[in-house]
């Protein structure tokens, strides 16, 4: 699969689709769907061809498991990026977000990832009969 989005040329669509529905999976609490989806695209950035988009996709994936039980694997699979490939946004997401969690115990970080569920559930509202939030 991997090869026939490198041939026709859309594996950064590839990679970036497969983050995206491995964003929802962990917004709606299925764990294990959303790590399977960034294990896919991770693979997937292997290869790529950018050095660049090597280093930043194992912390677009990282960022999005540490709200859920495997944030464990979100912080083993940043422990290998290349700090030299990296533009200053993705340093500063690597510093806040993951070298902090190196001293967090794995209480406080269950209970970060609880909380940012929460306020996702608080910021979605409650939902309408026909499952929008933004219609009255």
């Given at each position: 699969?991997?090869?026939?989005?490198?041939?026709a040329g859309f594996?950064?669509?590839?990679?970036?689709?497969?983050i995206v529905m491995m964003e929802c999976y962990a917004f709606t609490g299925d764990d294990d769907s959303?790590?399977?989806?960034?294990?896919?695209?991770?693979?997937f950035s292997l290869h790529h061809?950018?050095?660049?988009?090597?280093?930043?996709?194992?912390?677009e994936i990282g960022i999005r498991l540490l709200p859920t039980k495997h944030w464990?694997?979100?912080t083993r699979i940043t422990y290998a990026t290349p700090l030299d490939s990296l533009?200053?946004?993705?340093?500063?997401?690597?510093?806040?977000?993951?070298?902090?969690?190196?001293?967090?115990?794995?209480?406080g970080i269950e209970r970060l990832g609880?909380?940012?569920?929460?306020?996702?559930?608080l910021a979605a509202g409650p939902?309408?009969?026909?499952?929008?939030?933004?219609l009255p």
């Open positions: 699969m991997v090869d026939a989005f490198g041939l594996l950064s669509e590839a990679i970036d689709a497969l959303a790590l399977r989806e960034g294990r896919f695209a991770l693979r061809h950018i050095p660049r988009v090597r280093a930043h996709v194992p912390i464990q694997c979100a533009d200053a946004y993705h340093r500063e997401l690597l510093s806040v977000y993951f070298e902090p969690s190196k001293r967090y115990d794995s209480s609880r909380s940012l569920r929460e306020a996702g559930k939902r309408s009969r026909f499952g929008n939030s933004s």
